[in-house]
């Protein structure tokens, strides 16, 4: 079965709490670990896959299948080594290794990760920069992480892969952009699909939700200010059109 492309939220009933972030003298400071729920939010189980870790990022094809990517910081805040692991069991047990195609020495703000199915995956590793850029690498993997291979991608931005092929990214230093790959992340092409941005006001593009490789659904926010509204877009064509839907208005500005 594939994934309900059209949710918003982790694939299946999971959270992140404490997500890592910068400390007062710059370093990583704080954590993330991986909580699960049987029972609608009643209880919540730890399911960290390594201990002495942070997760940076989890992603669940189902309730049963899943893959994480997670830190070890040492007692001065500092990442030494990033890590993979892979539950096909809602996280009671995980299969780790070490996660070498970058080194965190470089130095990193945050690490984002898709997978589709078994086999085909995505790392993008979002690099430290000021607030005017968006910069990252992207890693992908067609062996289920056993191997990775560096590509470029034009954000340091979460990404949403429909397919092994079809994948988006969207934001940038005033969330205005959108990208779209169709071969796996070899190449990427900047989408304009909503009107450009009002005198005054700007644009912000989210990642589309697909519910199949066809059919999906792309929010922009368009702050027009003192106004802000959502404006959504349908394609049924894999995103080679976009036609508009009805539009949400807002009473604050996002």
Same mark, same amino acid.
């Given at each position: 079965? $594939?994934?309900?492309?059209?949710? =918003?939220?982790? @694939? ?6 404490? @997500? @890592?972030?910068? #400390?007062?003298?710059?370093? +990583? +400071?704080? $954590?993330?670990?991986? @909580?699960?729920? %049987?029972? $609608? $939010? ?7 896959? =390594? ?35 892979? !539950? +096909? ?6 299969? !780790? ?43 992908? !993997? !067609? ?12 954000? /340091? ?8 092929? *079809?994948?988006?990214?969207? %934001?940038?230093? =005033? ?24 005198? /005054? ?14 059919? #999906? ?22 995103? *080679? ?14």
């Amino acid at each position: 079965p $594939g994934r309900d492309r059209y949710a =918003t939220a982790p @694939r299946a009933p999971l959270r992140l709490t404490g @997500r @890592r972030g910068p #400390g007062e003298d710059g370093r +990583a +400071a704080g $954590g993330a670990v991986g @909580r699960w729920t %049987g029972d $609608g $939010g009643e209880s919540w189980e730890d399911i960290t896959p =390594t201990a002495g870790t942070v997760i940076e990022d989890v992603t669940f094809l189902n309730t049963s299948v899943g893959w994480a990517i997670s830190a070890s910081i040492d007692e001065l805040g500092v990442v030494s080594d990033l890590y993979l692991s892979k !539950t +096909a069991d809602a996280g009671q047990s995980w299969q !780790t290794s070490a996660f070498d195609a970058f080194d965190p020495g470089e130095g990193y703000s945050a690490i984002y990760l898709d997978f589709v199915d078994s086999q085909s995956g995505w790392v993008v590793v979002r690099l430290p920069s000021s607030s005017n850029f968006s910069f990252g690498q992207l890693y992908k !993997t !067609t062996d289920g992480g056993a191997s990775w291979m560096q590509l470029d991608i034009p954000l /340091g931005e979460p990404i949403n892969f429909v397919t092994e092929v *079809l994948g988006w990214v969207a %934001g940038g230093p =005033t969330g205005d952009q959108l990208f779209v790959t169709r071969d796996g992340g070899e190449s990427w092409e900047q989408q304009e699909v909503a009107t450009k941005a009002p005198a /005054g006001g700007y644009l912000v593009y989210h990642l589309p939700a697909f519910q199949d490789e066809l059919n #999906g659904i792309l929010p922009v926010v368009v702050n027009d200010l003192p106004d802000t509204r959502v404006e959504f877009y349908a394609t049924s064509d894999g995103g *080679l059109t976009w036609t508009p839907l009805d539009l949400m208005d807002l009473d604050r500005e996002v």
